[in-house]
T-cell receptor
Framework: RKEVEQDPGPFNVPEGATVAFNCTYS??????FFWYRQDCRKEPKLLMS???SGNEDGRFTAQLNRASQYISLLIRDSKLSDSATYLC????????????FGKGTKLSVIP | NAGVMQNPRHLVRRRGQEARLRCSPM?????VYWYRQLPEEGLKFMVY????????ESGMPKERFSAEFPKEGPSILRIQQVVRGDSAAYFC??????????FGSGTQLSVL
């Protein structure tokens, strides 16, 4: 199976800080990517899709670098409620329905 | 519109018993996926089903594990003769097609 690698963290940041996570993927044929958020012992929830060079949604920005095969997630003005594990997800191929999940990066936002 | 429904939320079994995990996809979704998550690990793909068909079960252990998605009713993940190593969170996800998955709350299986 294809690999998706993430820094496990934890990232401990103060409220209001900007934090960025990177994720590398091995399958150069992958076209679209996702960031999911998972709170402790709960189900993953879709945060953002990344289809081309990048995507922005409020305080969250996802970027894709195809040449280097990595995806990043930037969180601006961190809130306490952003504390969670962030999962990077890549399909196994251009037309593949199979998704490979990274092990996640843990973020703790501290008051 | 109810989300993906999984039950039970928690399931305790003794070694050698059978575990049945149920998943009802979101309304209008005909694609169901099962994932397993061990503590401190990522989600691992197990099986992908559409109504009455297993499309890909490459992530399922060859023995003791089976899955179905009948024409009527929920998808079932069945684990026979459970062992301690089967203890994990099992998540079901559904999709209308495409790669966006919507997850259920999961079933935490504990094998004593």
């Amino acid at each position: 199976r294809k690999e998706v690698e993430q820094d496990p963290g934890p990232f401990n940041v103060p409220e209001g800080a900007t934090v960025a996570f990177n994720c590398t993927y091995s399958n150069s044929a992958s076209q679209s990517f996702f960031w999911y958020r998972q709170d402790c012992r709960k189900e993953p929830k879709l945060l953002m899709s990344v289809y081309s060079s990048g995507n922005e949604d409020g305080r969250f920005t996802a970027q894709l670098n195809r040449a280097s095969q990595y995806i990043s997630l930037l969180i601006r003005d961190s809130k306490l409620s952003d504390s969670a594990t962030y999962l990077c997800v890549a399909p196994d191929g251009a037309g593949s329905y199979q998704l490979t999940f990274g092990k996640g990066t843990k973020l703790s936002v501290i008051p | 519109n109810a989300g993906v429904m999984q039950n039970p939320r928690h399931l305790v079994r003794r070694r050698g018993q059978e575990a049945r995990l149920r998943c009802s996809p979101m309304k209008g979704h005909s694609h169901v996926y099962w994932y397993r998550q061990l503590p401190e690990e990522g989600l691992k793909f197990m099986v992908y089903l559409q109504k009455e068909n297993i499309i890909d079960e490459s992530g399922m252990p060859k023995e003791r594990f089976s899955a179905e998605f009948p024409k009527e009713g929920p998808s079932i993940l069945r684990i026979q003769q459970v062992v301690r190593g089967d203890s994990a969170a099992y998540f079901c996800a559904s999709s209308p097609g495409g790669k966006k998955l919507f997850f259920g709350s999961g079933t935490q299986l504990s094998v004593l």
